[in-house]
T-cell receptor, first 114, second 116 residues
């Protein structure tokens, strides 16, 4: 079984500041990890994913995440926040085997102030 | 626009009633997934269909059922509705049925269900 914990239901940053959204996972098998973004009144959109290989993963809109097995973490970062980044972000995990589905964290709302 | 359509956008009904939510996947996608998003439970996987057959089941209540039709659209049926069923219901689709790392799921805009 897998689970995801996102630390902080809300994160506030100023425009231009570093964005850091935290995600820790639990999985009994090697995980696949994902970050999704949900803009108001829209469905989820895939930002980036980690499967195997390079542990630093780059995604769309300047976001990246690093898989750290020893810390069971997959934190999402962006060097400089933009007003358009304001949205809810979901971390998700999937097992490495079988017809595994996605298990989502509770989400972190990113607020960006001018 | 993900290419996944869901109808209706909003649905308001009373306790005890039955509703049907509809989803049309992206052209060419054979898998359809249903999710429930609520404030207390977060985003939860309900059920997956692949080319008309049930492929995976998550936290779906017995009062809920789904099916996928030959034209690949899917319907989620919710019956004996309770106040706690009020939520945003998402449909997603993907090309294949296997690991999410190989088959990106594209999400629709959701149906907001309010049970009064």
């Amino acid at each position: 079984a897998q689970s995801v914990t996102q630390l902080g239901s809300h994160v506030s940053v100023s425009e231009g500041a570093l964005v850091l959204l935290r995600c820790n996972y639990s999985s009994s098998v090697p995980p696949y990890l994902f970050w999704y973004v949900q803009y108001p009144n829209q469905g989820l959109q895939l930002l980036l994913k980690y499967t195997t290989g390079a542990t630093l993963v780059k995604g769309i809109n300047g976001f990246e995440a690093e898989f750290k097995k020893s810390e069971t973490s997959f934190h999402l970062t962006k060097p400089s926040a933009h007003m358009s980044d304001a949205a809810e972000y979901f971390c998700a995990v999937s097992a490495f085997t079988g017809y595994s589905t996605l298990t989502f964290g509770k989400g972190t709302m990113l607020l960006v102030s001018p | 626009d993900s290419g996944v359509t869901q109808t209706p956008k909003h649905l308001i009904t009373a306790t005890g009633q039955r509703v049907t939510l509809r989803c049309s996947p992206r052209s060419g996608d054979l898998s359809v997934y249903w999710y429930q998003q609520s404030l207390d439970q977060g985003l939860q996987f309900l059920i997956q269909y692949y080319n008309g057959e049930e492929r995976a089941k998550g936290n779906i209540l017995e009062r809920f059922s789904a099916q996928q039709f030959p034209d690949l659209h899917s319907e989620l049926n919710l019956s004996s509705l309770e106040l706690g069923d009020s939520a945003l219901y998402f449909c997603a689709s993907s090309v294949g049925a296997s690991l999410p790392s190989y088959n990106e799921q594209f999400f629709g805009p959701g149906t907001r269900l309010t049970v009064l």
